[in-house]
């Protein structure tokens, strides 16, 4: 939220090109369940991951896909609201399993919900 808050008020312009390789169908993402061919990163906070933590949207159930490594954002930012440095970020990835030599297609919803 801080984050946020300190860029409010300022304006950008940024070319957005939507990229169709990056986006997957409900059907891809179900068929991945199975077939494990892309690895999925879950950037929401470790409770909600788990389904310990309430969601915030009424609805919505907790937990996750089966398969997902959780990365909660909050841990790739310093306190300051800035993504940590290359190396933090390696560790971190690593460390949680991801594998950085595969593709891993990212839900943009909890940096989205961020702000």
Do not use: W
Request: with cysteine; glycine share 8%; aromatic share 4%.
């Amino acid at each position: 939220q801080e984050a946020c808050a300190a860029s409010a008020g300022r304006t950008s312009e940024y070319p957005a090109a939507l990229n169709t390789k990056a986006v997957r169908s409900i059907d891809q993402v179900l068929s991945n369940i199975n077939s494990k061919e892309e690895q999925v990163v879950d950037a929401r906070s470790a409770g909600r991951f788990a389904g310990t933590a309430p969601e915030p949207r009424s609805g919505v159930r907790g937990g996750h896909m089966p398969g997902s490594i959780n990365v909660p954002f909050n841990e790739v930012l310093t306190e300051d609201g800035n993504l940590k440095n290359p190396t933090d970020l390696r560790e971190i990835f690593q460390t949680a399993g991801v594998d950085l030599g595969r593709y891993s297609p990212v839900s943009v919803e909890a940096i989205a919900r961020l702000c």
